[in-house]
């Protein structure tokens, strides 16, 4: 693929080589004395040169008429990850400076081609065997054309042993062959590639993956199909493609006995979409337990907001108890507090006590699967609003074989009223219809 330059822009973008100096001089300090991180930093970028991921640059190269940029870089360590600890980010906003524009500004971002969150979340529950799996470095499957990979430059140590090397005698040019993340454009780059590979298919089963595809994600749904061949043929799809298909994930205990030990997930709970699922013991959905709602320290307004946004819930299941938390925050906006000023007495203790509720909430499970939808279904959709706030929330019957009916949430959003120009009541009804 090519980037899509801003025209007008490109020829203005700076070469940022000391910016790139600079930041690999610091970078150099911190892996001098974490000797550890310095062994994963070398075996990334050993594995992506051997892979053809990155590239030197030949010394005859280095001044070209092309245009030129250097990428900052640091490394990011997440114990968390079940596949790669260390990652190394690529500042694709960095700045040589104020009046300077960065490569991210050079470039237009593409049209927003993912399908919606919400949507995924809500396909997911209604298949009765979720089948979830993850694209290898899924950006780095995406090729750049020659003529653009001078912009993604970045330097390195010749020898990459020993940092403590004057750098000025020690610096190497790479740069990307294959598409970058963090690069602005880079989202759209991936999935117009998936799709134009799922397009090329020109089957039933691909043109079914394209909404069920999120970033380097799949989530999709076996209903009759039979999930051992529904892997393989997923698996089979993306290797046309040139990617790999890995951790793979399901409730289909047949499935996952079937699947490669290097395929398949580690763990039972896995994060899916923002949200953690209990795949083998009781296939239940959860919010993702959160450092910033626990143990917070001295409470101040900030860090009430940084804990109430911590609460990914996209599907409004848990609003009942976030609104009140919400309705604190505005309490403090109205109070007038700064943004790190501590709580008073009787703040700090309604805090407490809404902090508790949020606590609770990472405990408590939501069914996943909501039943045959093909069935006979009924959809409730309930609306209302007080002078505080407006809500909606929408659920969905379904009749069970046994002619009984299950209902489960679907789906709510609640919006906080306005404490200066209110609106009046039937205007917040309407808000909320």
């Given at each position: 693929?090519?980037?899509?330059?801003?025209?007008e822009?490109?020829k203005?973008?700076?070469s940022?080589?000391?910016?790139?100096?600079?930041?690999l001089?610091?970078l150099?300090?911190?892996?001098?004395?974490?000797?550890?991180?310095?062994?994963g930093?070398r075996?990334?970028l050993?594995?992506q040169?051997?892979?053809?991921?990155i590239?030197n640059?030949?010394?005859n190269?280095?001044?070209t008429?092309?245009?030129?940029h250097?990428?900052?870089?640091?490394?990011?360590?997440?114990?968390s990850?079940?596949?790669?600890?260390?990652?190394i980010?690529?500042?694709a906003?960095?700045?040589?400076?104020?009046?300077?524009?960065?490569?991210?500004?050079?470039?237009?971002r593409?049209?927003?081609?993912l399908?919606?969150?919400c949507?995924?979340?809500?396909?997911?529950?209604?298949?009765?065997?979720?089948?979830?799996?993850?694209?290898?470095?899924a950006?780095?499957?995406?090729?750049l054309?020659?003529?653009?990979?001078?912009?993604?430059?970045?330097?390195?140590f010749?020898?990459?042993t020993?940092?403590?090397?004057?750098?000025?005698?020690?610096?190497?040019?790479?740069?990307?062959?294959?598409?970058?993340?963090?690069?602005?454009?880079?989202?759209?780059?991936?999935?117009?590639?998936l799709?134009?590979?799922l397009?090329?298919?020109?089957?039933?089963?691909a043109?079914?993956?394209?909404?069920?595809?999120?970033?380097?994600n799949?989530?999709?749904?076996?209903d009759?199909?039979?999930?051992?061949?529904y892997?393989?043929d997923?698996?089979a799809?993306?290797?046309?493609?040139?990617?790999k298909?890995?951790?793979?994930?399901s409730?289909?205990?047949?499935?996952?006995?079937?699947?490669?030990?290097?395929d398949?997930?580690?763990?039972t709970?896995?994060?899916?979409?923002?949200?953690?699922?209990?795949?083998?013991?009781?296939?239940?959905?959860?919010?993702?337990?959160?450092?910033?709602?626990?143990?917070?320290?001295?409470?101040?307004k900030r860090?009430?907001?940084?804990?109430?946004?911590?609460?990914?819930?996209?599907?409004?299941f848990?609003?009942?108890?976030l609104?009140?938390?919400?309705?604190?925050?505005?309490?403090l906006?109205?109070?007038?507090?700064?943004?790190?000023?501590?709580?008073?007495?009787?703040?700090r203790?309604?805090?407490?006590?809404?902090?508790?509720?949020?606590?609770?909430?990472?405990a408590?499970?939501?069914?996943?699967?909501?039943?045959?939808?093909?069935?006979?279904?009924?959809?409730?959709?309930?609306?209302?609003?007080?002078?505080?706030?407006?809500?909606?929330?929408?659920?969905?019957?379904?009749?069970?074989?046994?002619?009984?009916?299950?209902?489960?949430l679907?789906?709510?959003?609640?919006?906080?009223a306005?404490?200066?120009?209110?609106?009046?009541?039937p205007?917040?009804?309407l808000?909320?219809?």
């Open positions: 693929v090519a980037l899509p330059w801003i025209e822009k490109q203005h973008l700076p940022n080589y000391d910016v790139g100096y600079d930041r001089r610091s150099a300090k911190r892996l001098r004395s974490d000797p550890e991180l310095l062994d930093y075996d990334i050993k594995a040169q051997e892979r053809q991921i590239e640059v030949p010394v190269e280095i001044e008429t092309n245009s030129v250097y990428l900052p870089q640091h490394p990011v360590v997440k114990e990850s079940s596949t790669t600890k260390v990652r980010v690529y500042d906003a960095a700045k040589k400076n104020r009046l300077s524009f960065s490569l991210n500004e050079c470039l237009l593409g049209p927003v081609i399908p919606d969150l949507q995924l979340v809500m396909r997911m529950r209604v298949h009765e065997t979720v089948v979830i799996s993850d694209i290898e470095k950006f780095l499957q995406v090729g054309q020659p003529e653009h990979r001078d912009v993604t430059r970045f330097l390195w010749k020898n990459d020993d940092p403590a090397i004057p750098l000025k005698d020690n610096i190497e040019v790479y740069r990307f062959a294959r598409v970058n993340f963090g690069v602005i454009s880079s989202p759209f780059l991936l999935e117009a590639t799709d134009h590979h397009t090329q298919e020109n089957s039933s089963f043109e079914s993956l394209r909404n069920d595809i999120y970033v380097d799949v989530i999709s749904g076996v009759e199909q039979d999930p051992v061949k892997y393989k997923l698996k799809l993306f290797q046309r493609a040139g990617m298909s890995q951790e793979f994930c409730n289909s205990t047949r499935l996952m006995d079937a699947i490669a030990d290097c398949r997930v580690k763990q709970d896995v994060k899916v979409l923002g949200l953690k699922w209990d795949s083998q013991t009781d296939d239940t959905l959860r919010l993702t337990p959160s450092g910033k709602v626990g143990s917070m320290g001295t409470p101040t860090r009430v907001l940084q804990a109430i946004a911590s609460m990914f819930d996209p599907m409004g848990y609003q009942p108890v609104l009140p938390a919400k309705w604190f925050l505005q309490k906006w109205n109070h007038g507090y700064s943004w790190d000023k501590p709580l008073d007495g009787a703040l203790d309604e805090w407490s006590t809404l902090q508790t509720c949020l606590c609770q909430l990472f408590h499970r939501i069914p996943r699967y909501i039943g045959n939808v093909r069935a006979e279904t009924t959809l409730a959709v309930f609306s209302d609003a007080s002078g505080r706030a407006y809500a909606t929330a929408v659920y969905l019957r379904c009749r069970q074989p046994d002619g009984t009916w299950s209902s489960n679907i789906f709510s959003k609640t919006r906080l306005a404490t200066k120009n209110s609106a009046n009541l205007r917040l009804e808000l909320g219809a």
